[in-house]
C-alpha cells in the first residue's frame, strides 16, 4: 500500500485552525481511561480540557467514532472497514509544544493503522518552495510499515536507523504532489518527514522526545522542521486506512 493520501484533510485543517492560547497540562504517569461513555464529535477541531483535538474522516465507506474523554489529554476512537481517518489530542496553533511528549494507549487495529506523534507546519525550512510539511514519529502500526515508502519509487529518502527514545527508528521523507495548491501554502507539494519505530520494538505507551527526533532528522535527512511555536498542531494520533479496530488513549507533556 502506498502511504495515505489526505489532501481533503489538510485542505479542511488549513482552512479551519485559527491561532488560540493553549495551556500546557502536566502529567508524569497518564493512564488509559476506562470509561468510553462520552458522546462521539463530529469530524473537526477544537478544545477540551486544555487540549487541542482534531479528528478527520474521508467518508467514503465504513464508519468511525471519535470521543474525547477525561483527565484532559485522554481520548477514545473506534473504525471498522473505514477508508481513511485520523484523530487525536495535543497541543494546537500558538500553544507551548512540550520538549517531550508522554502517552499511554491500547491500540488494537485490524489491518493498516498508526499510532504516532503528528505535526503539522506551514513554516518550516525544509520545504523551501512554501509547501506543507507533516511529520510522524511512529510509535506502533498494524500490517504496514511506512518505513517501506522510504524509496525513490514514492519520491522518498531513506536516513537509515538511530537510536531514540530507548528504541530504533528508521529516519526518511517523502514527498507528495497535489493537482492543485494548499491553502495559505502557495504550493502543491506536501513533505512528509518520519521516524518509523522497528518493528519488533513498537509499543503503546512511552515518551517522545521531540526535541531528539527534530535533531536527528537535521542530521540525517538535512531537514529542519522549524520553531514549535509555529507549528499547526502537533498531537499523538490514531490513523486508518481501509480496516478496523478501536483505540483509548491518553496524552500529555512532560
Do not use: C
Not at 487541542?52 to 477525561?70: E, I, R
Not at 525544509?126 to 510509535?139: D, P, S, T
Not at 501554502?185 to 521531540?210: A, E, F, I, N, W
Not at 502537533?234 to 500529555?252: C, D, R, T
Amino acid at each position: 500500500m502506498q502511504p495515505l493520501t489526505k489532501l481533503a484533510s489538510l485542505t479542511l485543517h488549513l482552512l479551519a485552525i485559527s491561532p488560540s492560547v493553549l495551556s500546557s497540562p502536566l502529567s508524569a504517569a497518564p493512564q488509559v481511561p476506562r470509561d468510553i461513555t462520552a458522546a462521539a464529535l463530529k469530524p473537526g477541531n477544537g478544545t477540551h480540557n486544555g487540549y487541542f483535538y482534531t479528528y478527520w474522516t474521508d467518508n467514503a465507506s465504513g464508519s468511525v467514532s471519535y470521543s474525547n474523554k477525561d483527565p484532559g489529554g485522554a481520548y477514545v476512537i473506534s473504525w471498522k472497514n473505514v477508508s481513511n481517518f485520523y484523530g487525536g489530542k495535543g497541543w494546537g496553533p500558538s500553544s507551548a509544544t512540550p520538549n517531550t511528549i508522554s502517552y499511554s494507549a491500547k491500540f488494537a487495529p485490524s489491518g493498516n493503522a498508526y499510532l504516532s506523534v503528528y505535526g503539522m507546519t506551514r513554516s518550516s525550512p525544509a520545504n523551501k518552495n512554501g509547501g506543507l510539511v507533516e511529520f510522524y514519529i511512529m510509535e506502533n502500526y498494524g500490517t504496514y510499515d511506512p518505513s517501506t515508502a522510504f524509496s525513490p519509487t514514492y519520491s522518498g529518502t531513506d536516513g537509515g536507523l538511530v537510536e531514540v527514545d530507548g528504541g530504533e527508528y528508521r529516519v526518511g521523507m517523502t514527498r507528495h504532489y497535489y493537482w492543485t495548491q494548499l491553502p495559505g501554502t502557495g504550493s502543491s507539494m506536501v513533505l512528509r518527514v518520519y521516524s518509523v519505530r522497528k518493528g519488533d520494538q513498537k509499543r503503546s505507551k512511552g515518551k517522545v522526545d521531540l526535541k531528539k527526533h527534530f535533531d536527528t532528522w537535521r542530521e540525517k535527512l538535512n531537514v529542519d522542521i522549524g520553531a514549535s511555536e509555529e507549528f499547526d498542531f502537533v498531537i499523538v494520533a490514531v490513523e486508518g486506512y481501509q480496516s478496523s479496530g478501536e483505540a483509548e488513549v491518553v496524552v500529555a507533556g512532560v
